[in-house]
Nanobody, 119 residues
């Protein structure tokens, strides 16, 4: 069982930055690929970024490539999402997710953290 708790969301102006964190409980965190998803009002949840269990491979949605960076610290059971050059269209609830392999079905979800980017 893995529990995920996101933090770091908030209100920021366009062009600003935020760093999201996702703290995981459980001893098996390092065996999971981790990802970030987001859901804007009235829209479906969409993929943002993912990272392999070792941190050696990362993947991004085209809409965030070059602006967002996913990373993980297995010693701290934490995955991060550094978000730079934020745009109003990045406004959404951001969810952390754990899966047995990158692109595999999500096994665990966090509760989400709100990110609001003002123009």
């Amino acid at each position: 069982q893995v529990q995920l708790v996101e933090s770091g969301g908030g209100l920021v102006q366009a062009g600003g930055s935020l760093r999201l964190s996702c703290a995981a409980s459980g001893r098996t965190f390092s065996s999971y690929a981790m990802g970030w998803f987001r859901q804007a009002p009235g829209k479906e949840r969409e993929f943002v970024a993912a990272i392999s269990w070792s941190g050696g491979s990362t993947y991004y949605a085209d809409s965030v490539k070059g602006r967002f960076t996913i990373s993980r610290d297995n010693a701290k059971n934490t995955v991060y999402l550094q978000m730079n050059s934020l745009k109003p269209e990045d406004t959404a609830v951001y969810y952390c997710a754990a899966s047995r392999e990158v692109a595999g079905p999500t096994a665990y979800w966090g509760q989400g953290t709100q990110v609001t980017v003002s123009s």
